[in-house]
């Protein structure tokens, strides 16, 4: 665990750099943290980013399969907007833990 | 007369009915199983037909040979669960209330899932080994392949008994070895995951003995569609890997009937708390096994583990006590590597797995993340142990909740 800072504001973040604590999360956040992934956010990133928070504080497990059926994008657009590993990239940049896939 | 029905007499049905009726007053509780087979599937023997090991007979045997006396078993289709109304339908439409339910469905392959998948070449080139069907058209097919592009894919999060497909890669490279043709089988094993295994401990352990077998892993390919006409398997990310043959874990979700009856998650799942095994919504429902949704491995020796949660939390809700049984999320696998040599793997919700001896400390006889002889006798002894012990709810000699004792961290 270390501190980083982003955006003008000291947050926790772990190992990987994925913050401590969602609620030290901001949009500003997002787009410095995008930004080291090579990301420029957009308004469709920001839809996913909140629907993943939002998904996150219910308790859901989240998976590349439900954002596909979120609405908001399909599981080609969410590659296409976070190119690599969507769900662990875009988990980083809405602040929320690394996905955990459970075997 | 109160009712306690039991949906699915697969692994957990059978050792709830078995349980449940040893201790419930015949007079006062009267237990229903429903099940649409008549047929209980060993299904851990199923990765060893297409290597000729096993055949169909060796892993099926009559249902009611396990169902206790005592016990109405009704072979037929579940259609729904009207939980508001406390009562089941069955397909035919007769009505079961009840007072307690258990919901022991399972989960299944469904390779509807994935676009191209259940195509021309289904089951003549691409096999699945989770039904027996499948895993008896591998064996056919594997008798006269000379030799080629084997893949072997994972399409997606979760699936049950999540080693399944390494040793099913494992033994393939034994299997060509012992015909002689190994050098012209290129083998690939090709997973969503980003390596071998997602425990860090055991990634690494299983991706040496990968790369010591010459089999290729392609990590973090998530399966989008099969183009039957190439020959490839495509990603979302538009990786292709071409096959010759392929052996896919397709899509596991729950049975229809779970979203039938509203119960589901975007998989069929049904969400139920992890500790105490009651869903998260019917206070007098409990599911156990692979149809619930908790962060654990989809196996048979979790359901077994976690039968003696719900079995403790039932009995406590009948008699209007607070659940006291906590699930740690227990699993413990034996993973065959072929060559008569086995590995096992112990771990739960918060251990991930840990190398030393099992299930005695220091002595063994199995040994935790190694790659023994012994540890594949486990797996050969655990058929025996499965019809004759587990299945009746007997006590095992391996406790419920994970130990530390024996585990080198
Ligand atoms: C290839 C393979 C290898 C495996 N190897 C291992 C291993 O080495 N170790 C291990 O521990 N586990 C292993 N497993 C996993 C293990 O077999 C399962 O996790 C376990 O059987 C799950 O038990 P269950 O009671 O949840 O479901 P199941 O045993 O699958 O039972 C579900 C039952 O519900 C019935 N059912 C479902 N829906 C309906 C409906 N609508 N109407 C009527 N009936 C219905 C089905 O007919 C079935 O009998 C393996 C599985 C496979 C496929």
Known sequence: MSQKTLAGKTVEVTDEGYLQDHNQWNEDIAKALAEEEGIELGEDHFKILHYLREKYEEGANLTIRKVGKSGFTDIKGFYKLFPGGPLKKASKIAGIPKPTSCV | ?409
């Open chain 2, 1 to 409: 007369m109160k009712k306690i029905v039991i949906l699915g007499a697969g692994t957990g049905g059978t050792i709830m009915a078995n349980k449940l009726r040893k201790v419930l007053s015949r007079s006062e509780w009267d237990i229903t199983v429903v099940d649409k087979d008549k047929t209980h599937y060993y299904q851990p023997g199923f990765l060893f037909i297409p290597f000729g090991i096993y055949n169909r007979n060796d892993v099926i045997k009559p249902k009611s040979d396990f169902l206790p006396p005592g016990v109405n078993v009704l072979y037929t289709g579940i259609d729904r669960i009207e939980p508001n109304d406390q009562q089941v339908l069955l397909e035919g439409g007769q009505v079961l209330p009840y007072d307690f339910l258990v919901v022991a469905t399972g989960t299944n392959i469904n390779p509807d899932e994935t676009p191209g998948l259940k195509d021309q070449l289904w089951h003549k080139e691409i096999f699945d080994f989770y039904t027996v069907d499948g895993a008896v058209a591998l064996r056919e097919f594997f008798r006269d392949w000379e030799g080629g592009r084997l893949v072997v894919n994972i399409a997606e999060l979760p699936f049950k008994c999540p080693v399944a497909p390494l040793e099913f890669s494992f033994l393939a490279d034994a299997y060509f070895s012992e015909l002689g043709i190994r050098d012209k089988v290129d083998i690939s094993f090709v997973t969503p995951l980003p390596g071998a295994f997602t425990k860090p401990k055991a990634s690494q352990m299983l991706g040496e003995l990968l790369e010591e077998k010459n089999i290729r892993v392609i990590p973090d390919f998530y399966l989008e569609s099969v183009d039957n006409e190439k020959k490839v398997i495509r990603s979302y990310d538009e990786q292709e890997v071409p096959f010759d043959v392929l052996t896919i874990v397709p899509v596991n979700t729950g049975d229809p009937m779970v979203e039938r009856s509203g119960m589901g998650d975007d998989l069929n799942f049904i969400p139920t708390d992890k500790y105490t095994l009651q869903s998260k919504h019917h206070e007098n429902i409990f599911v156990l096994g692979d149809a619930s949704d908790i962060p654990t491995s989809k196996a048979g020796s979790v359901v077994h583990f976690a039968s003696e949660v719900v079995y403790e939390n039932l009995v406590s809700a009948i008699e209007n006590r607070p659940l006291k049984a906590q699930f740690d999320g227990h699993s413990n696998c034996y993973i065959e590597t072929g060559h008569g040599k086995g590995s096992i793997i112990d771990f739960n919700y918060d251990t991930e797995p840990l190398p030393g001896t099992f299930p005695l400390p220091g002595v063994g006889p199995f040994g935790l993340l190694q790659n023994t002889k012994m540890n594949h006798y486990g797996k050969v002894l655990f058929r025996w142990i499965y019809w004759h012990i587990l299945l009746k709810g007997k006590e095992m000699p391996i406790e419920s909740q994970m130990t530390m004792a024996g585990k080198k961290s």
